[in-house]
């Protein structure tokens, strides 16, 4: 969903840039709200690792289900509407986590919740990067990963929140309500700075329909594709950490869950500061180079959290990790939008890919861990850090590109003098 400039005020361009803002820190908050809680629903529920990662499993089909249908929500009500709705039900699925755990004690009624959450964040998600593109285009620079550093935020003040409760032994009903209400509000507020009708940020002609044959097309395309597969790996880098960093250090590493939550906030405020500072470097030196480099720092911290028992060590292994898994999904969400015209599409189709590494990643990992341990199951995440960087040129902006893609990139900007 895109506004032009030219029948857009300035202060109406800065109030929709808050609300993608906020937008973001919202879901990361809500996410980190049943991530930090991981192991106590673990303890609570009596579960084995395997049945944790298929816990984490109805996060995955719930967000699959939400990004086939994304695309299509979006045009159909559009992203204000999108946004605020998806915000509702994530408020919902986090009461359903905390009262199926500490108050009915039902494995079925968490996963069905957390299908709902990951139904709900999956769809918000497609909207939030959406619109977040849009802005990026009508500013003129980079912003996707500030946007992504809120997401990134909202997750550092959500595990803050989350490791305090864990010390205090608050109840995890309590903790989920309370985020459920923050969510409640947000999504009464948030959504009404964004503009409800959609045009393209260059021309301010309004977007054309998109029909339902030509969403599903563009599956079809060889750069979405491998954009998709950048999407996939360091989205599986990231939700590794989200979903097993905090228990693997607990049961691998010997620490308690307080502390396993305490590691699990260093990797969320290390993705927050990648992403701060990605945007000038993307700016500077282009897409393919910075996704290279945080590729390159992602391989080495995962290695040094499996291989290296020292736990100051693996803190540098944490910080790297979550460096260089910073980047790599903003970045894949811009190049997908690169094209306004279809940008809910494309954005929708390396999204779905991106969020297959939720749909296999947590049994995979779940069911490795439980033969290897959870950390050496890991070595999961080093081959496809490996190969979402191979897949790196994919991410440079298609000759003639418009808007902010087209400067993205120093090799398709030299003719700007």
């Known amino acids: 969903m895109t506004t032009t400039p030219s029948t857009t005020r300035p202060a109406h361009t800065t109030a929709w840039r808050n609300a993608v803002f906020a937008t973001f820190a919202l879901n990361g908050l809500g996410a980190a709200t049943w991530a930090i809680r991981i192991p106590s629903i673990r303890d609570q529920l009596e579960l084995s690792t395997s049945f944790v990662g298929y816990l984490i499993l109805g996060v995955s089909i719930g967000s699959i289900v939400g990004l086939v249908l994304a695309s299509h929500v979006i045009q159909w009500i559009g992203g204000r509407r999108t946004i605020a709705a998806m915000l509702l039900v994530c408020a919902l699925a986090l009461v359903g986590i905390g009262l199926g755990t500490s108050v009915l004690g039902s494995f079925g009624v968490v996963v069905a919740a957390m299908a709902a959450y990951g139904f709900g964040s999956a769809i918000c998600d497609v909207a939030m990067n959406v619109e977040g593109a849009a802005v990026e285009k009508v500013i003129g620079r980079t912003l996707m990963p500030l946007f992504h550093a809120s997401w990134s935020a909202g997750m550092v003040v959500g595990t803050t929140i989350g490791t305090a409760l864990v010390f205090a032994h608050v109840d995890i009903a309590v903790h989920t309500i309370g985020m459920a209400a923050l969510l409640l509000v947000g999504a009464l507020l948030a959504p009404r700075a964004i503009p409800r009708v959609a045009t393209h940020a260059d021309t301010g002609e309004a977007v054309a329909h998109v029909s339902f044959r030509d969403r599903m097309a563009i599956w079809l395309e060889p750069r979405t594709l491998a954009i998709g597969l950048i999407a996939l790996g360091m989205a599986f880098t990231e939700g590794s950490a989200n979903d097993w960093l905090a228990l693997g250090m607990v049961d691998d590493r010997g620490l308690e869950n307080g502390q396993g939550a305490a590691l699990f906030t260093v990797f969320t405020a290390a993705m927050m500061v990648g992403?701060?500072?990605?945007?000038?470097?993307?700016?500077?030196?282009?897409?393919?180079?910075?996704?290279?480099?945080?590729?390159?720092?992602?391989?080495?911290?995962?290695?040094?959290?499996?291989?290296?028992?020292?736990?100051?060590?693996?803190?540098?292994?944490?910080?790297?990790?979550?460096?260089?898994?910073?980047?790599?999904?903003?970045?894949?969400?811009?190049?997908?939008?690169?094209?306004?015209?279809?940008?809910?599409?494309?954005?929708?189709?390396?999204?779905?890919?991106?969020?297959?590494?939720?749909?296999?990643?947590?049994?995979?990992?779940?069911?490795?861990?439980?033969?290897?341990?959870?950390?050496?199951?890991?070595?999961?995440?080093?081959?496809?850090?490996?190969?979402?960087?191979?897949?790196?040129?994919?991410?440079?902006?298609?000759?003639?590109?418009?808007?902010?893609?087209?400067?993205?990139?120093?090799?398709?900007?030299?003719?700007?003098?």
Not at 292 to 318: D, E, K, N, Q
Not at 402 to 417: I, K, L, N, Q, V
């Open 275 to 417: 992403r701060i500072a990605g945007g000038p470097l993307i700016d500077r030196f282009g897409r393919v180079v910075v996704l290279w480099i945080t590729g390159a720092a992602a391989a080495v911290g995962v290695a040094l959290v499996i291989f290296v028992p020292v736990i100051p060590v693996a803190v540098v292994g944490i910080v790297l990790w979550g460096v260089g898994a910073s980047l790599g999904f903003p970045i894949a969400m811009s190049a997908a939008a690169d094209d306004p015209a279809r940008a809910a599409a494309r954005v929708s189709a390396v999204a779905t890919l991106g969020y297959c590494a939720f749909l296999v990643g947590p049994p995979l990992i779940g069911l490795v861990g439980e033969h290897v341990g959870i950390l050496n199951a890991l070595l999961i995440v080093f081959v496809l850090i490996v190969l979402a960087t191979l897949a790196a040129p994919a991410a440079r902006p298609p000759r003639g590109a418009r808007g902010r893609a087209a400067a993205s990139e120093p090799a398709a900007s030299e003719s700007r003098g």
